[in-house]
Nanobody, 116 residues
Framework: QVQLVESGGGLVQAGGSLRLSCVASGRTFSRYAMGWFRQAPGKEREFVAAISWSFSNTNYADSVKGRFTISRDNAQNTLYLQMNSLKPEDTAVYYC?????????WGQGTQVTVSS
C-alpha cells in the first residue's frame, strides 16, 4: 500500500512560483509512475504532468508546458512539481498519484490559488 501526502500549495500572485511536494510511504515508490493532476471548482479533474519510474519519460498537459517541471527523488520517496509563471487559471486543488499501469494511489490534495 502506498500513501501520498502533498504539500507546498498556497496563495500566490500571477507570475509567481510555487513548488509542490508529494511524499510517498511504502517501499515500492521507485517502481511506480507518478503524476500530478488538478481539479478546479466546478470542473473535472485533469492531468497536469507525469514522470516514469525510470525518469526517462515526462509528459505535460499543453496548458502547463514550458512553465511546470515534474521531477522525483526516489531516494527521498518524493515527487515534485515546480510551477513557474503561474496564471489565475492554474487555481485548483493539486493531487499527486502513483501507479503501475494505472494511477491506483492518490493523495488528499493541496490547494493552489493564483490571484490576478
Amino acid at each position: 500500500q502506498v500513501q501520498l501526502v502533498e504539500s507546498g500549495g498556497g496563495l500566490v500572485q500571477a507570475g509567481g512560483s510555487l513548488r509542490l511536494s508529494c511524499v510517498a510511504s511504502g517501499r515500492t515508490f521507485s517502481r511506480y509512475a507518478m503524476g500530478w493532476f488538478r481539479q478546479a471548482p466546478g470542473k473535472e479533474r485533469e492531468f497536469v504532468a507525469a514522470i516514469s519510474w525510470s525518469f526517462s519519460n515526462t509528459n505535460y498537459a499543453d496548458s502547463v508546458k514550458g512553465r511546470f517541471t515534474i521531477s522525483r527523488d526516489n531516494a527521498q520517496n518524493t515527487l515534485y512539481l515546480q510551477m513557474n509563471s503561474l496564471k489565475p487559471e492554474d487555481t485548483a486543488v493539486y493531487y499527486c498519484a502513483a501507479g503501475a499501469g494505472s494511477y491506483d494511489h492518490w493523495g488528499q490534495g493541496t490547494q493552489v490559488t493564483v490571484s490576478s
